[in-house]
């Protein structure tokens, strides 16, 4: 039986990837409605949102966190 903090990790490793994937995946558009919607005002017509190299290095943050956990958790298993 796999003990509770094991499942807490192993769920928290695949909503990692997923977040990640979805943030690479995702980052162009995430990155063009942000700045789209900062740029809706006329006083903010200017404003600059995040580039989408942003989404990109936290979407691989993630991933690599969740293959980290994944990698702990077959190691602590053998």
Known sequence: ???????????????????????????????????AERQSTVARAGARGPGSTVFLIVGLAFVAMGLFIIVWWASAAF
């Not at 807490?8 to 990837?17: D, E, G, K, S, T």
Request: no cysteine; net charge positive.
């Open 1 to 35: 039986m796999v003990e509770l903090g094991l499942a807490f990790a192993l769920a928290w490793a695949v909503l990692a990837l997923v977040a990640g994937a979805a943030l690479i995946v995702k980052r162009r558009w995430l990155s063009e409605t942000i700045t």
